[in-house]
């Protein structure tokens, strides 16, 4: 997937995609969210922010920059920090694997059911990386190729299909980890059979 096709893709999903994926979505963002040891005007980025289902989730007092590609995603997000009142989120148009933030912008980042979706999940995570201070943590949330080889084909042979729809269902957690050099992260899951696991490092650049 290119970046423009992405973003016709999320644009097109914008006005309901709360309805398909909040619930399913959200309690894993409520998770990853309070493993963060967060302090009073810690700055994090939140990567692939979307319609802003986890805004309202961080404590208001650290300032949150959301950031996505697609501007109707973006304008669903807006609506959230208006009614919510979210005066600690700025949102901001961006490509999460060219990002406009100096070295050392944060204090952490979040990715949640992104890193599938971007034509360059290596370069995404080096990025974030890159934008988090030193002792930052990286908390990554996505769906990864099983490691049961049968069902691993499967979803291999289904990706030029998920792909049309906005997403690979191949992404190898081996591969990203070694490219990203996140060797020290914990990976675990919430529920055994969950299809989604977490990650969670500690930048050490």
């Not at 409520?30 to 990567?47: E, N, Y």
């Not at 995404?124 to 990386?129: D, I, Q």
Request: proline share 4%.
């Amino acid at each position: 997937m290119d970046a423009e096709s992405i973003k016709r893709i999320y644009g097109t999903y914008s006005s309901f995609y709360d309805l398909i994926f909040k619930k399913l979505f959200y309690g894993r963002e409520r998770h990853v969210i309070s493993m963060i040891p967060l302090k009073p005007g810690d700055q994090v980025l939140d990567v692939g922010v979307g319609t802003g289902i986890s805004l309202g989730l961080y404590p208001r007092w650290c300032r949150v920059t959301g950031i996505d590609l697609s501007p109707e995603m973006l304008r669903e997000a807006r609506k959230k920090v208006d009614e919510q009142g979210l005066r600690n989120v700025t949102l901001r148009e961006m490509d999460a694997t060219r990002m406009e933030f100096p070295t050392d912008s944060f204090d952490h980042a979040v990715a949640a059911h992104v890193v599938s979706v971007v034509p360059d999940p290596v370069n995404m995570v080096l990025e974030m990386k890159r934008v988090v201070k030193r002792g930052g943590l990286l908390v990554l949330i996505n769906h990864f190729r099983s490691e049961n080889p049968v069902l691993g084909r499967i979803e291999q042979a289904l990706s030029p299909l998920c792909t049309k729809i906005g997403w690979r269902s191949d992404l190898d957690l081996g591969a990203l980890i070694r490219g990203a050099h996140l060797e020290k992260a914990r990976i675990y899951k919430r529920h055994r059979c969950s299809l989604w696991k977490v990650i969670l490092s500690v930048n050490e650049k």
